[in-house]
């Protein structure tokens, strides 16, 4: 860097600064009617550059900022509607639940679904009660659109249900008001959760697509008129002995949260009416 | 009038500077620590030449930006008509001209400015004056320093001539 090697102060530049400080010292002296039309006059005139220049940049860093909010809003808008579908859906379920549970009256206890990631989650379920709440082995689980399953181990706060899919769980189930009976099974080879059979119904019996089949409450173990699924339409037929249908569940393991695990007590009970079926004709829900 | 190129460039540069101070600074958020390029183009300017110069572009430059704060109208055309001035006056009597020296020269000048300009307007006391003068000051000073080293080695080239006097 070179700077000139000849300065110094001469009288010239002695005189020129106190000039400068003379005049700068009139300025602070001014009145104020005076000092703020100047500054303004400048403001106008030989600033005006400057302060158009200050103020898109402060503009721009306002908008910045206001993108960022925007930007931090959307996200958290974003995250509270992909959680909405989730939570209306729990509702939903609870809710049903809740009425499920005025319409029992008794006999149930009420489990949260403990999901896993593992493969057979929809096979087996975890649920959040145990001995201690009063769930019994091979007690009816059901949900407010049907039945799920049955208890297949109880530990002392969490107990493991069999789900409907599960390959060895088998049900009576009927239908007609009791007329036709048969057993349903989940369909071998299809994916969990997704369809059932209903095997050994007379070769003699039609039923039609859309017929609702509930449990019979043969066995002691399930309770008449819990709704297992509805006809699909026929699987396969064993000429003049039987056919199978195959069966929309009414319930998808790997979608309830909440179910009721109901009292063994209740096996000779008939329960069409707490659910949100149709009540077969004679069927009633006791009272406790 | 021929105006020599280096010349040219010095007035770039200190064009440049003054430029990014009003274009820069406003994008960021308010800091009392925020670098004065227009100081360190002052600065620039007044040890390059004759103190006269830097005393009537420190009267300029602080009538202008009096006029942006006009409750102290006066307050910083007075300071930095003397901060101009001693900067060229130091100058030619330190003579050394290194990157450190013009740090420091230019953290002096900030600093005083600040006190001469607080003095002048009198708007300050006791507390609040001592935490101006004694910290935010300073800081300021220590930031418009480092700023001025940023320019000097950025733009060595275009700061190496020497105006006409």
């Known amino acids: 860097m070179t700077i000139g090697t000849e300065r110094y102060g001469s009288r010239a530049d002695t005189a020129v600064f106190v000039v400068c400080l003379v005049l700068s010292v009139v300025a602070l002296a001014l009145p104020e009617g005076l000092r703020l039309p100047i500054a303004s006059a400048l403001r106008r005139t030989v600033l005006l550059p400057v302060v158009t220049a200050e103020r898109q940049a402060a503009q721009s860093r306002e908008e910045r900022q206001d993108v960022l909010a925007l930007r931090a809003q959307r996200d958290s808008l974003a995250l509270a509607a992909a959680l909405l579908p989730d939570l209306r859906a729990e509702n939903a379920q609870l809710r049903a639940l809740l009425r499920l549970g005025g319409r029992l009256g008794y006999g149930y206890v009420g489990a949260e679904v403990l999901h896993q990631t593992g493969l057979t989650d929809g096979l087996t379920l975890l649920l959040s009660a145990g001995r201690r709440e009063g769930v019994e082995l091979l007690a009816p689980v059901v949900a407010p659109t049907g039945l799920l399953g049955a208890i297949l181990s109880v530990d002392a706060h969490s107990s493991v249900a069999m789900a409907w899919s599960h390959p060895d769980f088998r049900v009576s189930a009927t239908v007609e008001g009791g007329r036709i009976f048969g057993i349903v099974a989940a369909r071998r080879g299809e994916a969990a959760g997704e369809v059932m059979e209903l095997t050994g119904i007379a070769y003699r019996e039609t039923l039609p697509v859309g017929t609702p089949v509930v449990t019979s409450g043969l066995g002691g173990i399930f309770p008449r008129g819990i709704p297992i699924g509805t006809v699909q339409g026929v699987l396969r037929e064993t000429a003049g002995w039987e056919r199978t249908y195959l069966l929309k569940p009414a319930v998808h393991p790997a979608q309830v949260s909440h179910v009721m695990v109901l009292s063994l007590d209740r096996a000779a009970d008939t329960l069409t009416a707490a659910f949100d079926t149709l009540p077969a004709p004679g069927d009633s829900v006791p009272k406790p | ?165």
């Not at chain 2, 602080?62 to 006029?67: F, N, P, Q, T, Y």
């Open chain 2, 1 to 165: 009038m021929r105006v020599p190129p280096d010349r040219l460039k010095l007035i770039a540069a200190l064009v440049l500077l003054v430029a990014l101070h009003f274009v820069l600074r406003p994008r960021f958020a308010p800091s009392p620590f925020a670098p004065d390029l227009v100081l360190v183009a002052l600065i620039f300017l007044a040890i390059r030449t004759r103190p006269a110069v830097g005393a009537v572009a420190g009267f300029v430059v602080g009538l202008l930006s009096d006029a942006v704060s006009p409750t102290t109208f006066g307050a910083g055309a007075f300071a930095l008509t003397i901060v101009g001035f001693a900067a060229g006056w130091l100058k030619a009597v330190v003579f050394a001209d290194n990157l450190l020296v013009n740090a420091l020269i230019v953290f002096a000048a900030s600093w005083l400015r600040d006190i001469l300009q607080v003095a002048a307007s009198n708007q300050l006391r006791g507390g609040a004056l001592g935490l101006q003068l004694l910290v935010l000051s300073p800081a300021a000073a220590l930031s418009t320093a480092a700023a001025a080293l940023v320019a000097l080695l950025l733009l060595r080239g275009w700061l190496t001539a020497v105006p006409s006097r």
